[in-house]
């Protein structure tokens, strides 16, 4: 069964430390992973995706995230965190077969000055 | 390109009433997926469409819920008659069929509340 965990509902940085969003999935076959953020009040917005290739994927606003197969785990990194990324972020798994995004809980940032 | 478009916003309704809610997806778009956010059940898939067709409907709650998609422009979602616990943010996204690994577009939703 393919599925998405986001262990952490919430994590707390401060404000210039490197931040890390924690991400676990479960797939029959290739995985095709996604973060996604929420911002209050809107929709989500695309962050990066992995598909294929190298394992640190680089994306908007400065984040990336690391695949790691052994780990079945995707994590979303920034070196340095800032109060901007204050948000709710989802990680997504694509089903290439039944063409459905399976989001995760999401995990609220709060970055502190 | 202007991005999903979605309305209303802001929606506020008494048991029993109709709503209805509406998008309009990136022009070019093949795939338009209607989605529920709830604190209690975080995002879930309603209803998808190809073409204007539905694929799979699997995630409607129940008979109250209907979703139309007319044409590859216009598509609608409808509770009738809604109740309290239809409350929720509504979110609709598209995606090209040309890119067949990529990501959804979100629109910025439709908050509903059912009094």
């Known amino acids: 069964a393919q599925s998405v965990a986001q262990p952490e509902d919430q994590v707390n940085v401060a404000e210039g430390n490197p931040l890390t969003v924690k991400c676990t999935y479960s797939?029959?076959?290739?995985?095709?992973l996604f973060w996604y953020v929420q911002y209050p009040n809107r929709g989500l917005q695309f962050l990066l995706k992995?598909?294929?290739?190298?394992?640190l994927v680089k994306g908007s606003y400065g984040f990336e995230a690391e695949f790691n197969k052994s780990q079945t785990s995707f994590h979303l990194k920034k070196p340095s965190a800032r109060g901007s990324d204050s948000a709710l972020y989802f990680c997504a798994l694509r089903d290439m077969v039944f063409n459905k995004f399976y989001f995760g809980s999401g995990t609220k940032l709060n970055v502190k000055p | 390109d202007a991005g999903v478009i979605q309305s209303p916003r802001h929606e506020v309704t008494e048991m029993g009433q109709e709503v209805t809610l509406r998008c309009k997806p990136i022009s070019g778009h093949d795939y338009l997926f209607w989605y529920r956010q709830t604190m209690m059940r975080g995002l879930e898939l309603l209803i998808y469409f190809n073409n204007n067709v539905p694929i799979d409907d699997s995630g409607m709650p129940e008979d109250r819920f209907s979703a139309k998609m007319p044409n590859a422009s216009f598509s609608t979602l409808k509770i009738q008659p809604s109740e309290p616990r239809d409350s929720a943010v509504y979110f609709c996204?598209?995606?090209?069929?040309?890119?067949?690994?990529?990501?959804?577009?979100f629109g910025e939703g439709s908050r509903l509340t059912v009094l």
């Open positions: 797939v029959s076959g290739n995985p095709y």
């Open positions: 992995y598909i294929t290739g190298d394992n």
């Open positions: 996204a598209s995606r090209p069929r040309r890119s067949n690994t990529g990501e959804l577009f």
